[in-house]
């Protein structure tokens, strides 16, 4: 038992290195966790992590945060998982918080954020890193190259958030015809437990009804969040429409000057990129006091991650024996492809907003180069950017 302890409180351990540590979103994340949780530690074997960040792709909600709390899951189950998915979400939270009272506190909209200029080129060399890791393991075959580049066309056309769960269904479903090829395994059957995903749609339903019951603020906040966060894909790319479109269009709580400057500041923060909606969730509430803020940055978090947390707890319950069916591995062979193609996309859809200039350009380039062929750690590396930031 206390062997387990140790094993459970080095894990929450790396999750909190990465917590601080990984930038650039879940494409440039899951570099990271290959590192730290395959590599170094061999939590998971690089299949198994592949799957899991194949599958949490497919469902609604913050992809790396899905895949982190699957993983501690799998280690220790509900309760470590729920203790890492704090783990991993609190830094960034806390950090996106604390900015939105300082926002508010100073009525400043026009923040000096010279000092992050080269944190986005730098996430565009970590995702360019992210997916060539990604395809020097999973595309062995033409078809995997073929579905890859497709993918990666198709999501960088197609910005659409149903675009890319329908690519993965897709691409899955095109070598799902090639199960042929694939050891027959003894089946188990499928023992689904509707726990979680019963939760989601209660809380879903139980927030909506109290909230029009009773227009609490906090009430009301958590089920806005916790809505957006059922009917997200693709990342925290996908959610700044949502939040943008509800929050500062519609409602009127942040204005646009305030929810540009969020963005800017998630874009120097580690962590989950749907932190932003703790900025967003603590300036909503400035009416209610610093007390409010806070709990409205808190509150607005959970509404947030929660959905995603209930899904990928209901699937992966049963994940280990549906992949024993033939037709299910071959289809990941198009879902890992796909899944290249789309941190592919995302790293040239990223650079587009960057300006075109010679230093831009070589800090992608030095970031990938020294990820590729260095053992710097990842974090000194971003330590270094901020750092040029302040000094040029």
């Known amino acids: 038992m206390a062997v387990q302890r140790i094993r459970y409180f080095i894990f929450l351990r790396d999750v909190f290195v990465l917590a601080i540590s990984a930038f650039g979103g879940p494409q440039a994340h899951l570099a990271m966790i290959l590192k730290i949780m395959v590599d170094k530690r061999g939590y998971l074997s690089e299949e198994e992590l592949l799957e899991l960040y194949a599958l949490c792709q497919i469902l609604p909600g913050p992809t790396s945060t899905q895949t982190i709390t699957a993983i501690g899951f799998k280690i220790g189950k509900a309760k470590l998982a729920y203790l890492t998915l704090l783990v991993w ?3 960034a939270v806390t950090i996106m918080t604390t900015a939105a009272i300082l926002v508010n506190n100073y009525q400043t909209t026009n923040l000096d954020l010279a000092f992050t200029r080269f944190i986005q080129p730098m996430a565009v060399g970590f995702i ?3 997916a060539y890791m990604i395809a020097v393991r999973v595309i062995n075959t033409r078809t995997a190259g073929a579905l890859m580049a497709l ?10 958030p149903a675009a890319m769960p329908i690519v993965l269904l897709f691409a899955g479903a095109l070598t799902a015809f090639k199960y042929k090829k694939h050891a027959i395994e003894e089946k188990e059957k499928l023992k689904i437990r509707w726990g979680n995903f019963t ?6 339903v139980v927030a909506a009804l109290v909230g029009v019951a009773t227009q609490n603020a906090f009430v009301l906040l958590f089920e806005n969040f916790y809505r957006n966060g059922s009917l997200i894909f693709g990342g925290g790319q996908v959610l700044i429409p949502f939040l943008n479109k ?6 009127g709580y942040l204005s646009t000057e305030e929810f540009l400057s969020g963005l800017a500041m998630v874009q120097a923060v580690p962590g989950p990129t749907f932190s932003v909606s703790s900025f967003v969730g603590a300036l909503s509430t400035r009416e209610l006091g610093l007390g409010g803020q806070i709990l409205g940055g808190f509150v607005a978090a959970c509404g947030i991650f929660l959905p995603g947390t209930f899904l990928i707890f209901f699937v992966i319950r049963f994940w280990d024996s549906l992949k024993r069916y033939r037709i299910v591995r071959a289809s990941l062979e198009g879902v890992h492809a796909a899944s290249a193609g789309m941190v592919s996309a995302a790293a040239f859809l990223l650079f587009e907003p960057i300006d075109n200039t010679v230093v831009n350009v070589s800090v992608i380039i030095g970031t990938f180069l020294l990820l590729t062929y260095s053992k710097v750690p990842p974090p000194f590396i971003i330590l270094v950017g901020l750092l040029a930031g302040f000094l040029i």
């Open 128 to 130: 360019a890193y992210g």
């Open 151 to 160: 993918s990666a066309i198709v999501t960088y056309t197609i910005t659409k």
């Open 199 to 204: 939760l989601w749609g209660l809380v879903l």
């Open 89 to 91: 979400m609190l830094p």
């Open 246 to 251: 509800e929050f500062v269009q519609f409602k």
